[in-house]
C-alpha cells in the first residue's frame, strides 16, 4: 500500500509560479514510475506528466510541455510539479499517482501512460486555481 500526500495548492493570478509536492509512504519509492493528473469543474480527470523510476525520463502533456517540470526525490520519497506561467486553464484540482508496474509509464505508448487504469495508488488532490 502506498499514501500519497500532495501539497502546495493555492489561489494565484495568471503568469506567476508554483510548485506541487507530493509525499509517498513507502520505503520502495524509488520502485514506483510517478505521474500528475488534474481535473477541472465539470470536465474528466487528465493527464499532466510523468516520471520514471530514476527521474530520467519525463513525459508531458501538449497543453503543459514547456510550462511544467516534474521531478523526484527517491531519497526524501517525494515527486514535484513546477508549474511556470500559470493559465486560468490551469485551474484544477491535481492528483499524484503511484503505478506498480513500470512497463505502462516507461514505454514507447504514451496512451496507456496517460491512461488513469495504469495508475494504482493516488493522493487526495490539491486546488490549484489560476485568476485571470
Known amino acids: 500500500q502506498v499514501n500519497l500526500a500532495e501539497s502546495g495548492g493555492g489561489l494565484v493570478q495568471a503568469g506567476v509560479s508554483l510548485r506541487l509536492s507530493c509525499a509517498a509512504s513507502?520505503?520502495?519509492?524509488?520502485?514506483?514510475?510517478m505521474g500528475w493528473f488534474r481535473q477541472a469543474p465539470g470536465k474528466e480527470r487528465e493527464f499532466v506528466a510523468a516520471?520514471?523510476?530514476?527521474?530520467?525520463?519525463?513525459y508531458y502533456a501538449a497543453s503543459v510541455k514547456g510550462r511544467f517540470t516534474i521531478s523526484r526525490d527517491n531519497v526524501g520519497n517525494t515527486v514535484y510539479l513546477q508549474m511556470n506561467n500559470l493559465k486560468p486553464e490551469d485551474t484544477a484540482i491535481y492528483y499524484c499517482?503511484?503505478?506498480?508496474?513500470?512497463?505502462?509509464?516507461?514505454?514507447?505508448?504514451?496512451?496507456?501512460?496517460?491512461?488513469?487504469?495504469?495508475?494504482?495508488?493516488w493522493g487526495q488532490g490539491t486546488q490549484v486555481t489560476v485568476s485571470s
Open positions: 516520471i520514471s523510476r530514476s527521474g530520467y525520463i519525463r
Open positions: 499517482a503511484a503505478a506498480a508496474d513500470p512497463s505502462k509509464i516507461e514505454s514507447d505508448f504514451p496512451v496507456t501512460r496517460a491512461r488513469e487504469g495504469s495508475y494504482d495508488y
Open positions: 513507502t520505503r520502495t519509492f524509488s520502485s514506483f514510475p
